[in-house]
């Protein structure tokens, strides 16, 4: 039977359909592989979205720029200091810096 015809039938609520559709989404599309993943350009596509929504605070994004230039220059094993690294260096290789947070404590 169709989604339709068990709603309209009172079979099944809009909330549990709503329930429904979330849990097979997230089963389809919920783990982030990485680019060998078939899903890699949709997954990256709607990050691009949320982040031009500007509705991430800004802590839950600030360590992902360090997370990216220590896999770009890891850190030698056994140094319990690594380099401080400036504003400039991170510029230089191509990452995004800050300039700034909006009143919800986003970047901007």
Avoid: T
Avoid at 80 to 107: A, K, T
């Amino acid at each position: 039977m169709s989604a339709a015809k068990d709603i309209a039938e009172g079979r099944i609520s809009p909330a549990d359909l709503d329930r429904l559709a979330l849990e097979e989404c997230r089963a389809l599309f919920g783990h982030v592989a990485g680019p060998e993943d078939p899903l890699w350009e949709l997954h990256v596509d709607i990050a691009r979205q949320v982040l031009a929504l500007d509705v991430l605070p800004y802590n839950e994004l600030a360590g992902r720029p360090r997370v990216h230039r220590d896999r770009l220059q890891p850190v030698p094993e056994g140094d319990e200091h690594p380099p401080i690294r400036n504003h400039r260096s991170d510029r230089d290789m191509g990452l995004p810096v800050p300039h700034g947070l909006n009143v919800n404590g986003c970047i901007h």
